[in-house]
C-alpha cells in the first residue's frame, strides 16, 4: 500500500501546564491551582488588574493594620514586585480602574475603627509608578468597607451612610466631581460591586449576623435600582468581584456566623441565573477576586470570618478556558477557515482537502505525545478549531474521537486537549 505523507508541525510558545507530569486530561483546568506567594499576607486589600498585570495595595497585614504597600504580580513570570507605596495606609478600600489609572478610594487607615475611616481618593499611574491625590469622598463612610464599579469614565463608590442607609456617589474622572446618585436600597456591608453591559450589581454583604443573598442591579442612565435574583447562599466580606465573558464571579466570604467559604458563585446578568464553578483550593473571607483575560485569581484574604487575623499569603487560579462544559463546548465546523491573518495553523489549501485520512500527532508541554488516526474532515476541524483558539475565541479544549483506537472495553473513547498544553503537533496525511 503507498502512502504519500504530507507533514507540517506548528509551534507556538506555549505556557508550562500547572502540573508538569500531568496528562492534558488530568490537567483540564476543573480545579483551582496555586501561584507564586504574595510578598506579605494580605486581607482587604485593593486589588486592580491594568495592562494584563494585578496590583495588590494596602490591604490588613499580619499585624492586623493597615498598610501602605503596592505589589504587582506578572502572571507571564508567576512573579511579584514591589512598587511605589501608597501615601495613606489602608485597608477596606474600594478601587476602581479608569484610562488605565488605579483609583483607592476611603477603607480605613488602622485596624476599622469608625472615626479613621478615610474620605481620601489616591490614583496610581502603573506606567509612572507614581501617586497623586484626587477630590475627598463628600461623606465618611459608616463602616471601613466601601465598593465601586465603574460605567464609561465614572466611578460609582457604594458606602455605608448609616448602619441600614446606603450612602451612593459617582466621580467622573474627567470632570473630577463627585455627585449623589440613587441610594434607596438598605446598605449591606461587605457587599462586591461590578459592572457588565453599562449596569452595575451589588452582590452579598450584611452583618456578621444577618447576611444578605440578593443581587441589585443599577442603572446609571436611569439612576434606578432593579433587585434581581438571589445568590445561590448568603455571603459576605467577598469584598472583590471579577467579570469574565459578561459573567461575573465571587469567591470566597464569610457564609454563617462561623464559617468562611471556598465556594465560587456565577452570576449571568443576561439570565439572571446564578451557578457555581469547583471551589478554591482554601476558605477565604477577604480576598480579591480578579481575572486577567480569562484566568480567575482569589488572592489573600483570611481563613476567619474576621479577616483582621489568620491572614494569607496564598493564591488560587481558574482557567476559564478549560472550564468549558464538553458537552456544551461544541467542536467547530468543519468547513474550512478562510481567514487570510498570520497565526500558527495556517495550512495550504491543498493539505486542508478533506479527501483521505492523516495521524494526528500531538506533543504536550509536558513531553506527553498522543496519537490519533483521524479522517481529514475531522483533522481540518480540529485546525480550525485551534485557529480559532488561538485567535482568542472558542473553548479552550478540544475533544477528539479516538474511534477504535485503544477502545478496550469501553462503548466510545475521548479525548479533550487543552490548547494551552500543546508544544506542537504534527499532521501525517495519507491516501489508501
Known amino acids: 500500500m503507498k502512502k504519500l505523507f504530507l507533514m507540517f508541525v506548528i509551534l507556538f510558545s506555549a505556557v508550562l501546564a500547572p502540573f508538569g507530569s500531568a496528562s492534558a486530561e488530568e490537567n483540564s483546568g476543573k480545579s483551582w491551582v496555586s501561584k507564586a506567594d504574595l510578598p506579605e499576607a494580605r486581607s482587604a486589600a485593593a486589588t486592580a488588574v491594568v495592562d494584563g498585570k494585578i496590583y495588590v495595595i494596602g490591604g490588613f497585614g499580619s499585624k492586623s493594620v493597615a498598610t501602605n504597600t503596592t505589589f504587582v504580580y506578572d502572571p507571564k513570570t508567576n512573579e511579584w514586585t514591589q512598587k511605589a507605596d501608597i501615601p495613606t495606609q489602608r485597608a477596606g478600600a474600594a478601587v476602581a480602574v479608569v484610562d488605565e489609572k488605579i483609583y483607592v478610594i476611603g477603607g480605613t487607615t488602622t485596624n476599622g475603627v469608625r472615626k479613621d475611616n478615610s474620605q481620601k481618593v489616591e490614583i496610581y499611574d502603573p506606567k509612572k509608578d507614581t501617586w497623586e491625590t484626587g477630590p475627598d469622598v463628600p461623606i465618611k463612610s459608616y463602616d471601613y468597607l466601601v465598593s465601586a464599579a465603574v460605567v464609561d469614565d465614572t466611578i460609582h463608590l457604594f458606602m455605608g451612610k448609616t448602619d441600614i442607609q446606603l450612602g451612593h456617589f459617582a466621580y467622573n474622572a474627567n470632570t473630577k466631581q463627585w455627585e449623589k446618585k440613587n441610594d434607596k436600597i438598605n446598605y449591606y456591608k461587605g457587599t462586591a460591586a461590578a459592572s457588565v453591559d453599562g449596569k452595575i450589581y ?206 478496550g472495553p469501553f462503548e466510545s473513547k475521548k479525548d479533550y486537549v487543552v490548547f494551552k498544553n500543546i508544544l506542537m503537533f504534527e499532521v501525517n496525511k495519507y491516501k489508501e
Open 202 to 407: 451589588l452582590m452579598g454583604g450584611g452583618k456578621i449576623d444577618n447576611f444578605h443573598d440578593w443581587i441589585y442591579e443599577y442603572d446609571s442612565k436611569s439612576d434606578s435600582w432593579a433587585k434581581k435574583r438571589k445568590l445561590k447562599f448568603r455571603t459576605t466580606n467577598i469584598f472583590a468581584a471579577a467579570v469574565v465573558g459578561k459573567k461575573i464571579y465571587l469567591g470566597g466570604g464569610a457564609s454563617t456566623l462561623w464559617d468562611v467559604t471556598a465556594r465560587v458563585q456565577v452570576y449571568d446578568p443576561a439570565t439572571d441565573t446564578v451557578d457555581e464553578i469547583p471551589s478554591l483550593q482554601h476558605e477565604r473571607s477577604g480576598a480579591s477576586t480578579v481575572a486577567v483575560g480569562n484566568d480567575l485569581y482569589v488572592i489573600g484574604g483570611s481563613s476567619q470570618v474576621k479577616f483582621k487575623t489568620r491572614i494569607l499569603k496564598s493564591v488560587e487560579m481558574f482557567s476559564l478556558d478549560d472550564a468549558n462544559n464538553p458537552d456544551t463546548g461544541t467542536t467547530p465546523g468543519n468547513d474550512n477557515d478562510s481567514s487570510n491573518g498570520e497565526n500558527p495553523g495556517n495550512t495550504d489549501d491543498k493539505d486542508q482537502s478533506e479527501e483521505g485520512n492523516a495521524l494526528l500527532v500531538i506533543t504536550m508541554v509536558n513531553g506527553l505525545q498522543k496519537e490519533y488516526q483521524l479522517s481529514m474532515k475531522e483533522v481540518n476541524a480540529f485546525l480550525k478549531w485551534y485557529k480559532q483558539r488561538d485567535a482568542g475565541e472558542g473553548p479552550g479544549f478540544y475533544e477528539i474521537d479516538e474511534h477504535d483506537n485503544n477502545k
